[in-house]
């Protein structure tokens, strides 16, 4: 009965182990040699947000996925390609959305349009409040 004890306690502890994700890739957060190109590698990382967190860019966040684009982002800035190439092939492959300044054409339109639509909607609803409340 020891042993069996003894051994679903190492099989458990096993567990959690083998949950922790892996080391980050190299260039996640290691800066390039080249203090230009890491200057243009930090750029465009701020104004690409990440796909996990949401809120944040590629830059600040802590996100396993945010670390890969970071490593993507300096590997193809190291590679020679402009930052305008590498943003992309970052759109193309995660979507308009990826962008802290999406393009204001197709869904694009929308995340531009959305906020004065709302704004414009709750205007709309006070003015009828307050509209109420003199008659």
Known sequence: MKRFVIACALAFSIVPAAAQEGLPPPLANQQLADPAQEARA??????????????QSIHDSDAPIAAAMRHE?????????SEAEIESWLIER???WISF???ASGS???????????LGGALLVARGRFRKREA
């Open 42 to 55: 930090l750029e465009l990382m701020q104004r690409l947000r990440c796909i996990q967190c949401q809120g």
């Open 73 to 81: 982002v300096r590997e193809r800035i190291k590679a020679g390609q």
């Open 94 to 96: 995660y979507g308009d």
């Open 101 to 103: 300044a999406p393009p």
């Open 108 to 118: 694009g339109l929308i995340l531009w349009l959305l906020p004065i639509l709302v």
